[in-house]
T-cell receptor, first 112, second 114 residues
């Protein structure tokens, strides 16, 4: 069964203090690994899709990387507006296209 | 702008009544949509796969008679919570895949059963 484990569960950073969020996964044939941002009371907002080991994608202060076992979301010089829950999800080749398995998320708080 | 839209964003209903939540794909056709449920401070749990023109596929433990899913067109899936009870109160979210395998989610619908 496809599984996703995210760590840490919660992370508090001071503004400007860079860090990384981890997503470890087990899947029978990775079709894609997805990162989303979720604000309280809102639906997940799409950030990145990674497809193969070694792939990297960037968007503003965020950079996502992928290996065969895990993905990292690097946050460089975060700002308070980056505070949110970051969700990692995988799509396996054996699953219906579009079906995702989610981790529990990392709740990020960035304080001024 | 949003590519997947949900309505209503918030709904309160009385115990024993039914409530319908709509999920629309905007500017693209979605033969498959997915319905998730999320409890406070928990992750998204897949409830069912909505298939256009055919029956939905439900995850183990999800009551198909309580959570009715209809996917009558290529841009609309509906989730009806029948005979709702307070324990059905939750955040319901739908998703759809656009060409290129990017998966977008709706804004979510808060259901409160009183």
């Amino acid at each position: 069964e496809d599984q996703v484990t995210q760590s840490p569960e919660a992370l508090r950073l001071q503004e400007g203090e860079s860090s990384s969020l981890n997503c470890s996964y087990t899947v029978s044939g990775l079709r894609g690994l997805f990162w989303y941002r979720q604000d309280p009371g809102k639906g997940p907002e799409f950030l990145f899709t990674l497809y193969s080991a070694g792939e990297e994608k960037e968007k503003e202060r965020l950079k996502a990387t992928l290996t065969k076992k895990e993905s990292f979301l690097h946050i460089t010089a975060p700002k308070p507006e980056d505070s949110a829950t970051y969700l990692c999800a995988v799509q396996g080749r054996g699953s219906t296209l579009g079906r995702l398995y989610f981790g529990r998320g990392t709740q990020l708080t960035v304080w001024p | 702008g949003a590519v997947v839209s949900q309505h209503p964003s918030r709904v309160i209903c009385k115990s024993g009544t039914s409530v319908k939540i709509e999920c629309r794909s905007l500017d693209f056709q979605a033969t498959t949509m997915f319905w998730y449920r999320q409890f406070p401070k928990q992750s998204l749990m897949l409830m069912a796969t909505s298939n256009e023109g055919s029956k939905a596929t439900y995850e183990q433990g999800v009551e198909k008679d309580k959570f009715l899913i209809n996917h009558a067109s290529l841009t609309l899936s509906t989730l009806t919570v029948t005979s709702a009870h307070p324990e059905d109160s939750s955040f319901y979210i739908c998703s759809a895949t656009i060409p290129g395998n990017t998966i977008y989610f709706g804004e979510g619908s808060w259901l409160t059963v009183v």
